[in-house]
């Protein structure tokens, strides 16, 4: 079984600072994928950054990168230069080479103060 | 249009209707998702359907239906729901099932039955 934990369910940054948000992972699977999706008040999940098991190098999208230690089983999102546009639902997520569909975390309201 | 589009956006129904949720994906994926997201849980995988093959979570009652006539479009029928059922219905559509395969959301409808 797969599982993803969220454990910040609210919070806040200064417009302009970096922030992290965290996630850590349980899989027995060794191959894997890590994702991170932002959800608007709108409601769409928009795809934001991908990591692969194997992958060498921390995942890097703009803004956005994914601080993965796998050791520790964690894929923490660090957005950088906060927008308030940012201010979102970010949700962590894992698919595994055996169960081979998404599982999602609680997700992380992220507010951005002006 | 383009990406994942999903009507109707909102939907109020009885506990005694029969409705059907709409989702289209322009994408030229093949394979389509249906998830059940309600307030303070994580998403929850109701289907999936690849190369027209049907995988389904085991939990979902038979209160709904899927139908996925071709690979662009995936339907999902409701009958005699309950209020619990209250919840926004993401679609989404992937090009495979493979790890790296990121998954495309529509904007949701969100259901209210009473």
């Known amino acids: 079984a797969q599982k993803i934990t969220q454990t910040q369910p609210g919070m806040f940054v200064q417009e302009k600072e970096a922030v992290t948000l965290d996630c850590t992972y349980d899989?027995?699977?060794?191959?894997?994928?890590l994702f991170w999706y932002k959800q608007p008040s709108s409601g769409e999940m928009i795809f934001l950054i991908y990591?692969?098991?194997?992958?060498?190098q921390n995942a890097t999208e703009g803004r956005y990168s994914l601080n993965f230690q796998k050791a520790r089983k964690s894929a923490n999102l660090v957005i950088s230069a906060s927008q308030l546009g940012d201010s979102a639902m970010y949700f962590c997520?894992?698919?595994?080479?055996?169960?081979?569909?998404?599982?999602f975390g609680s997700g992380t309201q992220l507010t951005v103060l002006p | 249009e383009t990406g994942v589009t999903q009507t109707p956006r909102h939907l109020v129904m009885g506990m005694t209707n029969k409705k059907s949720l709409k989702c289209e994906q322009h994408?030229?994926?093949?394979?389509m998702y249906w998830y059940k997201q309600s307030a303070k849980k994580p998403l929850e995988l109701m289907f999936v359907?690849?190369?027209?093959?049907?995988?389904e979570n085991n939990s979902v009652p038979s209160r709904f239906s899927p139908e996925c006539p071709n690979s662009s479009h995936l339907f999902l029928h409701l009958h005699t729901l309950q209020p619990e059922d209250s919840a926004l219905y993401l679609c989404?559509?992937?090009?495979?099932?493979?790890?790296?395969?990121?998954?495309?959301f529509g904007p949701g409808t969100r259901l209210t039955v009473t």
């Open positions: 359907y690849s190369l027209e093959e049907r995988v």
């Open positions: 994408l030229g994926h093949n394979a």
């Open positions: 899989t027995s699977d060794p191959s894997y994928g």
């Open positions: 989404a559509s992937s090009q495979g099932r493979d790890l790296r395969g990121e998954q495309y």
């Open positions: 997520a894992m698919i595994s080479g055996s169960a081979r569909q998404l599982t």
């Open positions: 990591q692969g098991s194997y992958d060498q």
